[in-house]
């Protein structure tokens, strides 16, 4: 017998540094970002399955095509574990805003595969989350690096590089960071696209800033070793300009940094796929990143969170 209701949840996820390199090979690190949650629940009713979720309310095969990846890989999960889709609904309430690079496509994902293995009690192995969650995100994504998948799914800051087993940190700082949504969606499908185009076309000029990333991840995570706020910061605003350079940055993007680091912030740059979604900011004190969280909202972010880095990062 499947179970009557099951529910599955997923976190959000920062990226600290390495975004667009990672998909090159070049090392990132992730952050779990536990504000933020996605809650898929399963319930048994007769009848075709009904989605019930912020973009679709009916038929899951009504469903837009903006879920065209959740709803597909849902139809081939089911498939897989030689189930109909008949008999059950989908409910999915989120807090993770959509489209912001903070993760919701990779978290949608993961909620619902554990919800459905969990109603039709299915073992649930992490290669079995890994590999369903990234034919999600290449659906979504078209060329994901798997950070996404990997963050959400392991919940604990990781050190990642492209085909290899991601790598734990510990992850404490004397330090706050600052997450600021600019409002404007993120498609990440398209700036992976666009720096797909400029090494297509341009690889002797644009490879180098991807490899300069790849060289900040690498010396991000000395400052998190060695515990040194004021390092990380300027690592991310060195980043930050090359991820405008590179073209994934936006006005508002940067003006949010610029107020961050005008406000005190140790550095600050985007977060994710960026051309919209979040920046990302450093404080050296609580009263310094609520200084830098009011500025930010009365200069055009929609939302702001403030994360304490010296409790360490764990998931929920
Ligand atoms: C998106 O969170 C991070 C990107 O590097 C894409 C990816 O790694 O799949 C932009």
Known sequence: MDKRTSTGTAIGKIILIGEHAVVYGEPAIALPFPATKIKTTIYERKGPVLLNCLFHQGLLTDAPKKLFGLISTIEKIVESIGKRLYDFSIDIESSIPPERGMGSSAAVAVATLRALYDYFQIPLTREDLVSWSNISEKIVHGNPSGIDAAIIIDEKPLYYIKGSPPVPLDFKLDAYLILGDTGEASQTKTTVAHVKRLMDTDPEKYGPLLKKLGLLTERTKISIENRNPKNLGQIMSNAHHILDQLGVSNKILNKLVTVAIENGALGGKLTGG?????????????????????????NGAKNTWIYNMGVGFHGR
């Open 274 to 298: 960026g051309g919209g979604g979040c920046m990302i900011a450093l404080a050296s004190s609580e009263k310094e990143a609520n200084l830098i969280s009011n500025n930010l909202l009365s």
